[in-house]
């Protein structure tokens, strides 16, 4: 999903929180880790406007064609903290490294089960928006 610079995944502005967005890995695996490269911006990047602070990474083998969330599993939650504990709408230098340059890494929880499909879903942003926006997602485990 683009990289830590000027491409990024950006959702619909108006679209509305939660929201989320499902990944076939092409493959099923048993993830061990994963890292979120932030959008490296001006004025809206990481720990402002719609860079995510509290999200969730659900899986499943087997979608519903329905779009419900019936077949999938919890793999875990995550909150974005900055490294420098600035107040909100405040980001240093040595925050902005930590977002957009070396990625902010999250293990899964070991007892998790193998899953292809992933679906990241925003349940929180830094700002006041609504849609969220990130550079770049790199997931790591064991392929079956």
Same mark, same amino acid.
């Given at each position: 999903?683009? /990289?830590?610079? &000027?491409?990024?995944?950006h &959702?619909? +502005?108006?679209?509305?929180?939660? *929201? $989320?967005?499902?990944?076939?890995?092409?493959?099923?695996?048993t993830?061990? @880790?994963?890292? !979120?490269?932030?959008r490296? =911006?001006?004025?809206?990047?990481?720990?402002? =406007?719609?860079?995510?602070?509290?999200?969730?990474? $659900?899986g499943?083998?087997? +979608? #519903?064609?329905?779009?419900?969330?019936?077949? $999938?599993t919890? !793999?875990? @939650?995550?909150?974005s903290?900055k490294p420098?504990?600035? +107040?909100?709408?405040?980001?240093?230098?040595?925050?902005?490294q930590? #977002?957009?340059?070396? /990625?902010e890494?999250?293990?899964? +929880?070991?007892?998790?089960?193998?899953? @292809?499909?992933? @679906?990241?879903?925003?349940?929180?942003v830094?700002? #006041? !928006?609504?849609?969220?926006?990130? #550079?770049?997602?790199?997931?790591?485990?064991n392929? *079956?």
């Amino acid at each position: 999903l683009g /990289g830590a610079g &000027t491409s990024i995944f950006h &959702t619909k +502005p108006g679209s509305g929180l939660p *929201q $989320w967005f499902t990944i076939d890995m092409g493959v099923t695996a048993t993830l061990s @880790r994963f890292k !979120l490269h932030h959008r490296d =911006g001006t004025t809206d990047g990481p720990y402002t =406007g719609g860079d995510p602070e509290i999200y969730e990474i $659900w899986g499943s083998n087997d +979608p #519903a064609n329905d779009g419900s969330w019936d077949s $999938w599993t919890l !793999l875990t @939650r995550c909150k974005s903290v900055k490294p420098s504990g600035t +107040p909100e709408g405040t980001v240093t230098t040595e925050d902005k490294q930590f #977002a957009t340059v070396d /990625g902010e890494d999250f293990d899964f +929880p070991p007892d998790i089960p193998p899953v @292809r499909y992933l @679906r990241f879903k925003t349940v929180k942003v830094w700002g #006041a !928006l609504d849609h969220m926006y990130i #550079a770049e997602l790199t997931f790591w485990g064991n392929v *079956q």
